[in-house]
């Protein structure tokens, strides 16, 4: 073994259970208001395919929060509610959503620069890999919402032929 890396984990501040359930518990709070968010843009985001990939992250991030949620709950913590939903942005035109969604996609890009120096220092390997696998995730996502604000359409996959569906996403569902 390099006898250097033996000074690398003397300098390594060690992480309790206490402190790791407080950064699992910020985690989940940071990550519970950009989903609440991205809802908020999904009912504005009316282009199929920006909104179906709108979709497809906030099924992603369903995931890491019940990911989250477990891991508070195994440390013995508690799970808040997620929060009422947010407004939709107040915006008018296929320029203004692309706006939105660039900012969601720095939002992103924000939370995971913020949290893999936090994560570098989790002593519990799974916590550890849980976050980092959520944060490659978030990548991923920046990269379709930075894709998406600079127009392109074919986030999700490409269309074998034929036109582009017609229309938009109605901004509500229907109600029974």
Do not use: C
Request: no cysteine.
């Amino acid at each position: 073994m390099d006898p250097r890396v033996q000074d690398l984990q003397g300098k390594a501040e060690r992480v309790t259970s206490s402190v790791l359930l407080r950064h699992l518990v910020d985690a989940y709070s940071e990550k519970a208001a950009l989903r609440r968010r991205h809802e908020a843009v999904a009912r504005v985001a009316g282009q199929y395919d920006v909104n179906n990939t709108y979709q497809y992250v906030i099924a992603r991030e369903d995931e890491h929060l019940s990911w989250l949620a477990s891991a508070i709950l195994d440390l013995g913590g508690a799970v808040a509610g997620g929060g009422p939903p947010l407004d939709a942005p107040a915006v008018k035109g296929e320029a203004a959503v692309r706006g939105v969604v660039l900012e969601d996609a720095h939002a992103l890009d924000a939370f995971v620069t913020a949290w893999r120096p936090r994560v570098a220092g989790f002593t519990h390997a799974r916590h550890q890999r849980m976050i980092q696998v959520m944060l490659g995730e978030m990548l991923e996502q920046a990269r379709l919402f930075h894709q998406a604000a600079a127009g392109r359409v074919d986030l999700l996959g490409r269309r074998t032929g034929g036109e582009r569906t017609p229309g938009v996403v109605l901004p509500t569902r229907w109600v029974e």
